[in-house]
């Protein structure tokens, strides 16, 4: 009789924790290929940062995903054929270890109300290749000159 109410409670409570689970879990990971923003990220939040990237360089987002030839197709943002992409990652990854390492930020990019101090245009200021300014090179050049004659 004690054995039986005990497997009653315990198969109670086990399938109690199951859609305990299972409830505040929905299945509903929107994008198929985020490795570096939160996969759990609302539609909301996403286009937020996708727009930032878009001003931040003054690139369309063509510039990181694969375009369709066909105009009419959807676009495979998931794709990860344009090496821009994948340097974009490797960018959001650094603008978050500088946030966090140096500005002791607590949040990171594709957070909810994310609170960064240093933005992608922070150095990039509208350009996808934030060059040195001509003349910067110059002077660097010159100073280059100047330390070979020295030799
Ligand atoms: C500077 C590069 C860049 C630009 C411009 C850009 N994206 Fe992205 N996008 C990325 C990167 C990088 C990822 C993947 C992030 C990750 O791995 O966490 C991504 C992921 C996405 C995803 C999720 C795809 C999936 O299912 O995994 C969507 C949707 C998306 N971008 C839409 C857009 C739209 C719409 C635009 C234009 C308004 C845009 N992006 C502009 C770099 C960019
Ligand atoms: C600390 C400065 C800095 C920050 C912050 C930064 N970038 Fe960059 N980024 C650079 C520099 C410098 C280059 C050029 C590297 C080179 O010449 O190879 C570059 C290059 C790139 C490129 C390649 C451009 C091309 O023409 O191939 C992409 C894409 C890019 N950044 C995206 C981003 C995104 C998205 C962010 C924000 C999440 C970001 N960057 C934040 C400095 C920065």
């Not at 009789?1 to 305990?20: H, R, S, Y």
């Not at 490795?35 to 063509?62: R, W």
């Not at 994948?86 to 594709?110: C, H, L, P, Q, V």
Request: overall charge negative; aromatic content about 6%; hydrophobic content about 35%.
């Amino acid at each position: 009789m004690k054995f039986n109410t005990k497997i009653a409670v315990i198969t109670g409570l086990f399938v109690f924790v199951i859609i305990g689970i299972v409830a505040s879990n929905p299945p509903q990971e929107k994008y198929k290929n985020l490795k570096v923003l939160p996969k759990n990220i609302s539609e909301q939040t996403l286009e937020k940062v996708m727009d930032e990237f878009e001003k931040a360089l003054g690139v369309g987002c063509d510039f990181c995903h694969v375009k369709p030839a066909d105009s009419t197709a959807e676009w495979d943002m998931a794709d990860d054929t344009k090496p821009e992409k994948e340097i974009a990652r490797k960018m959001i990854a650094m603008s978050n270890k500088i946030n966090k390492d140096f500005f002791k930020a607590t949040t990171k990019y594709g957070d909810e109300n994310a609170v960064l101090e240093i933005h992608c245009v922070t150095c990039h200021h509208g350009e996808p290749h934030p060059e040195m300014k001509e003349e910067e090179e110059e002077q660097i050049e010159q100073r280059e000159q100047k330390e070979q004659k020295q030799q």
